[in-house]
Structures are given as C-alpha cells and as structure tokens.
C-alpha cells in the first residue's frame, strides 16, 4: 500500500513539472514575439526617419517635381475614390416621379438639375403675363430672359424662369392651375454628384500644389528658380479658379430649377385658318385686317426700295441736272445761228 502511494505521488509530482514547463515555453514564444514586433516597429521608425532626413536635404528646385508627381497620385486616388462613393450616393437615392410633384434634389440627398418645357395656349395673352409675374415673384425665383413676338395669327411670349429647387413641384402646379386652351409639358432632372465630388477632390489637389509652390518661392534664392515656380503657380491658380467656376455653376442650378415656359394666344385670323367656330363678323373682321396686313407689307416693300435708291437718285440728279442744262443750252445755241433757208 505504501509502494502505491509513492508511485501516485511521483506521478503528480512529474505531471506539475511538466505543466510548468510548458507555461515557461509559452511565456518565452510570446516574449521572443513581442521582441520581433518591436524590432520591425523600431525598423519602420528607423526608415520614416531616413525617409524624413532625404526629404529635408532635397534642394529646393528639385522638391517641386517630386511634389507634383505625389499630388498628382494622391489627386487621382482621390478623385477615383470621391468619384465612386458620389457614385454610389446617387444611385441609392429614388428616381425623380414621373408627376408634377417633383422631390428637391435635397430631400434625396443627390446634386439634381430640375430642368422644365412647358407650353400654353390662352385666351388673354396680357393676363396670363401678370400672373406669370406674379408666380415668380411669390415663388422667390426670378426672370432669366423674356422674349415677345406678335404676329398675324398669334401673339406669345418666352419665359426662361428660375425657381428654388425645393418649390419646382409646388410652382408647376401652381403654373398648370393657370386659365389656359392647352397644356404640353416636358421635365428631366440631371444628376451632378459624381462631377461634383470629382471637381471637390481635383479642386484639394490644386490647393495642395499651390500652398507648396507659395512655400517654394519664400524659400528660392535663384532668380530663374522664382520665375519658374511664378509661372507655374499662375497655372495652377487659373485651374483652381476654373475648378470653383464649374462648381459654382454646378451649385446654382441645383439650388434653382430652370423653367422655359412659351404662352401663345390666338388672333382671329388662326381661328379662321383652322376651321373654327367664328362668326361672319369675326371672320369679315379677319379677312380685313389680313388685306390690310397686306397693304401694310405692300408700302413697307416700296418704302424699303425707295429708301435703297434714294442715294443713287440724289448722284443721278446731282450729276444730270448740269449736263441737262448744257445739252439744252447748246441745242438753243445752234439753233439759233442755223441760217433760215428761202
């Protein structure tokens, strides 16, 4: 019995040896690695260092090629990246409702131009010009261009109207609500986001580049040196203000919708010519105003030829009067010493 238990004793005794020598292994693993990540951290440290002490003895003159190429690569990374998550953004919004009720570009999150053709025939031409006035000015847009024609069937007028985006779906309703004979319209809405963002990162870039061409010219002492980084830092601020223009422009036709709106209002005379219900008086009144159309272009015609003769008259008569006068006076002259005949 005692054997037994010594022999069970020496067991538990080598079995505990044994457990502490494998948590001493394990100890030493995780030592001999945190060892390694340490040498490669202070590797990595010793190469930025040597990285950091190349950059500071670069020369001035050569810093600019180097920068331009960095920038160039960090301007195309970021233009790629920027470009496809405004991607992605633009897609993830709802497509623009086939109604009137168009949502603004903001509610969706996306850069969307709203742009409108609409076309109206009304029976007073005047009235309708005052509440398209008023629209606008209720609406908070205003009048980019307005053209006027008046002719022998028709008088209409040509609104190009800009309007706050988040008020297009509201003003084209209001504009429909408008006493009119017909109605056609057409809408479509551009999506900029992507251009937008592409323009942000390109736009960074160019700033990058031109803080360090400013940095590079405080530190030049060559005059040739200064004239180049002067000549090069113009063409990248020119960029830079081109890169702001298109944004700007961008900005602005997001923030208000264009509108073309034509109004039309019939004359007598097209009611005539397509059939219409009018009545003797209106069409006798008609057929005068067109014969006295015509008489109007008739004059007009003679006025106009008049007026492109008239200097070649005032020549022919400055010139023939006097040689008038002469061939008359001689012809007198001669006749007069002619010796009469028995």
Known sequence: MQRNRKGKGKGKHWLAVALLALAALAAGCSGSGGSSADRASSGTAEMMSYGTAN??????????MADMNVVEAEEGAAAGGDASSGGAASGAGAAPPGGTAVAPAAAQGRMLIYKANVTMEVESYADTYTAVQNLIHLSGGYLL???????????????????????????????????????????????????????????????LVESRYLKYMEQASRSEDLIRYTNELAAIQEEIERLKGRMRYLQQNVDFSTIELRVYERSGLGLTSQGGDATLADRMSAALKSSLNALVVVAEGVMIVVAGALPVIVVAILVGTPIYWFVRRRKAKNEKNRPLIP
């Open 55 to 64: 950059v500071a003895t670069e020369t001035p003159a050569e810093a600019p």
């Open 145 to 207: 261009q307005f053209s006027e024609q008046a002719g022998g069937s028709e008088k209409s007028g040509l609104f190009t109207i800009k309007v706050p985006a988040a008020d297009f779906g509201g003003f084209m309703d209001r504009l429909e609500e408008l006493p009119n004979v017909g109605l056609n319209r057409s809408m479509n809405a551009q999506d900029v986001s992507e251009e937008f963002v592409d323009l942000g990162a390109r736009l960074k870039a160019k700033e």
